[in-house]
């Protein structure tokens, strides 16, 4: 569940040198404006994981609204998924250039087929529980969580801490359908682990977006490594050649979202911007393309998240896109398939409330259409639609592109349990100082 805490504390530093040399720093202080091996495949009856492909057969109907019809989901070409993981070091998540916080280096990358360098789409996830209490009632944890071991900052297996479980979640791969749906628009993406980037595990983090972009330069430098031929000692094939850093766009959920919309602007090589029920209201000056995406029943940030900053930047007329959508039925901790949707749903009425899987499907569709559609500048967005979770809205520049709806069927997404891992001894991030007091479990 993302924190109530809504405004980033401070301004953005600019990436310091604590990161390899040749990492590209963004200074991210932008102008506000106001308002290994496969896991067991888990079993499930959700239709995000059927592999039959089904031809598309919606049409439009005679009001011009999307008229759905029963098709099947579809299992567009896969692309290449692998989850990876680094050691894990330190970002600097406080204002106080001396105020470190542990990280992990987690993320999960996917390639799409083809041949040719390809640009790059970074996934950032929210704030959620990160240490599980073994037991632990209503928690907000998914019964089967794509999870790991960290007894820095979770509990040791064998020096239990009250409160404190030792399973630490990995919530980028929890948004790994993002990745596939990419991926298959073809971007190489990947789904990043920004948790230390708001935990105050090495006290408080007074400027997590300082470490947000730590943790997207790093990750960055780490694609453009693969892409020369460099794979820094992980067991992953095909990714020469086919990396542009160059050309970067933002995805985030939550206080992801947030940092995408209120603090991405000044990244170099940006093209577009996707902010999906962000923890912020406010909107940096954006000269590319964003889209932000609402839930109507998001128990959460709330329906409105994100929609003043979208307003104040159409108003501003910094760029042509400044687009909003309202999603019907969809909550917040359904959106992440290692979180439990929650039971309140936000308000609504059980019976309006989309299927979860639905809802994911919908949003990944919608984040990668408007991605390529962004990156070839089109002059008239045309966004798919699903049938429960139906998308509302369009561009709030009235002056720009026109963005319209069209009927779509559902696709299917590879189970986050079952994507390859791999691992490497070199690192990513600075190494944790021997002497750094970590609080166990201290999120925030």
Request: net charge positive; with cysteine.
């Amino acid at each position: 569940m993302t924190r109530t805490r809504t405004v980033y504390m401070g301004a953005v530093a600019a990436a310091t040198s604590l990161f390899m040399a040749g990492a590209s720093a963004c200074a991210a202080s932008d102008a506000g404006i106001t308002a290994a091996t496969p896991a067991t495949a888990r079993p499930s009856s959700e239709a995000e994981y059927l592999p039959k492909p089904q031809p598309d057969r919606s049409r439009t109907s005679r009001t011009g609204q999307p008229a759905h019809t029963k098709a099947q989901p579809v299992a567009p070409a896969p692309p290449m998924l692998v989850q990876y993981q680094l050691p894990p070091g330190v970002v600097q998540n406080s204002s106080d250039d001396a105020g470190l916080g542990p990280s992990q280096a987690h993320g999960v990358l996917g390639i799409p087929q083809g041949k040719g360098a390809r640009p790059v789409v970074v996934v950032m996830h929210g704030s959620h529980p990160t240490c599980v209490e073994p037991g632990a009632e209503d928690n907000g944890v998914a019964a089967r969580p794509v999870k790991t071991t960290w007894p820095l900052v979770c509990a040791d297996a064998k020096k239990p801490v009250q409160g404190v479980g030792p399973d630490y979640l990995r919530h980028d791969a929890g948004l790994s359908h993002l990745v596939q749906a990419l991926a298959r628009k073809g971007f190489v993406a990947v789904s990043i682990d920004v948790t230390g980037a708001e935990a105050w595990w090495g006290g408080e983090a007074t400027d997590p977006a300082r470490a947000y972009t730590q943790l997207v330069d790093a990750h960055l430098k780490l694609l453009a490594d693969l892409g020369r031929g460099n794979n820094r000692g992980l067991a992953i094939d095909g990714a020469k050649g086919r990396i542009d850093t160059s050309r970067v766009g933002l995805v985030g959920h939550s206080r992801g979202g947030g940092y995408v919309l209120e603090h991405s602007a000044r990244r170099p090589g940006l093209f577009a911007a996707v902010s999906i029920q962000p923890g912020s209201d406010t909107a940096a000056r954006h000269t590319v393309p964003v889209l932000n995406i609402r839930g109507a029943c998001d128990e959460d940030t709330g329906p409105e998240a994100g929609l003043a900053g979208v307003k104040a930047l159409a108003k501003s007329r910094s760029t042509m896109v400044a687009a909003d959508v309202l999603l019907a039925g969809t909550g917040h901790a359904m959106l992440n398939t290692n979180l439990d949707p929650a039971k309140d749903n936000g308000g609504c009425s059980a019976s309006k409330v989309t299927e979860p899987a639905t809802a994911r499907d919908q949003v990944a569709q919608l984040t990668a259409d408007f991605m390529d559609q962004a990156l070839r500048k089109t002059t008239a967005y045309r966004l798919p639609a699903l049938k429960g979770p139906t998308p509302t809205g369009g561009n709030l520049r009235t002056s720009g592109p026109r963005l319209t709806f069209s009927p779509a069927a559902r696709h299917t997404y590879t189970d986050p349990l079952t994507i390859r891992e791999v691992t490497t001894r070199q690192r990513l991030l600075p190494p944790i100082p021997a002497n750094l007091t970590v609080r166990k479990g201290e999120e925030y």
